[in-house]
């Protein structure tokens, strides 16, 4: 799927759970550590749509944010592990089994 597409219905449901994590837009402080947290459950270019339609950022930028978020600027396993128990709490492990 080309960077920016529509997504398919299973990101739209991840799309949906994140959107009830965050209602009120992902924060400077969570952004990195959610890229981080989700790159094990999404391919590149899925979770840099999914990321790009929640934050309406353009889907290029957010997949070098992305390879930032588990190289160079990796957040402490402290904050992936505290946005984790976030998402699991909005249905995350069920919602990601499906992707």
Do not use: C
Request: hydrophobic share 40%.
């Amino acid at each position: 799927m080309p960077l920016g597409t529509e997504l398919d219905a299973s990101l739209a449901d991840v799309l949906s759970m994140l959107k009830r994590a965050f209602p009120n837009g992902v924060s400077p402080t969570d952004y990195r550590p959610l890229l981080a947290a989700l790159y094990e459950h999404l391919s590149d270019r899925n979770l840099a749509n999914v990321i790009s339609q929640l934050t309406h950022k353009d889907p290029d930028l957010v997949l070098n944010e992305i390879y930032e978020a588990v190289t160079s600027k990796k957040p402490k396993a402290q904050e992936i592990a505290s946005l984790t128990r976030l998402l699991n709490h909005h249905g995350a492990s069920e919602t990601l089994a499906d992707t």
